[in-house]
């Protein structure tokens, strides 16, 4: 049996496992971030202080914030606050997020974040 799910790795539940309020919640978490997905920003150098405070919040890391986040593994992770920790996310090709300090989303074409031109993001503005 697989241990994580297939798109997100989220942890699966097994019978007789211990705390699986921990494994549940974390999952909840996510995909509430994820359902209708808004970052904060896409060009923050470095972590804000005290993740606990930014319950919720979802941030892009740039390519220019190399070494700074500690993230596990290469760049473009989406990151978000849960329970006072940073939880890394790998995106997905033709995941759309709408970055609030840009007012304008911006999709992950498999290699980086291309933010929509205004012209192709003025339809989405009409939602």
């Given at each position: 049996m697989e241990q994580n799910t297939p798109r997100f790795?989220?942890?699966?539940?097994?019978?007789?496992?211990?705390?699986?309020?921990?494994?549940?919640?974390?999952?909840?978490?996510?995909?509430?971030?994820?359902?209708?997905?808004?970052?904060?920003s896409r060009t923050l150098k470095q972590p804000p202080p005290e993740a606990g405070k930014h319950k919720g919040e979802l941030y892009i890391i740039p390519e220019a914030a190399q070494?700074?986040?500690?993230?596990?593994?290469?760049?473009?992770?989406?990151?978000?606050s849960i329970g006072g920790d940073w939880?890394?996310?790998?995106?997905?090709?033709?995941m759309l997020i709408w970055v609030c300090d840009e007012m304008r989303p911006c999709v992950y074409d498999g290699m980086k974040w291309r933010a929509l031109s205004v012209s192709y993001a003025?339809?989405?503005?009409?939602?």
């Amino acid at each position: 049996m697989e241990q994580n799910t297939p798109r997100f790795s989220m942890n699966y539940i097994y019978p007789n496992q211990s705390q699986k309020e921990v494994l549940l919640n974390e999952a909840l978490a996510r995909i509430d971030a994820l359902l209708l997905p808004s970052a904060v920003s896409r060009t923050l150098k470095q972590p804000p202080p005290e993740a606990g405070k930014h319950k919720g919040e979802l941030y892009i890391i740039p390519e220019a914030a190399q070494n700074s986040w500690s993230w596990p593994e290469g760049t473009h992770y989406i990151v978000l606050s849960i329970g006072g920790d940073w939880v890394w996310i790998p995106p997905k090709k033709g995941m759309l997020i709408w970055v609030c300090d840009e007012m304008r989303p911006c999709v992950y074409d498999g290699m980086k974040w291309r933010a929509l031109s205004v012209s192709y993001a003025d339809g989405f503005l009409g939602l």
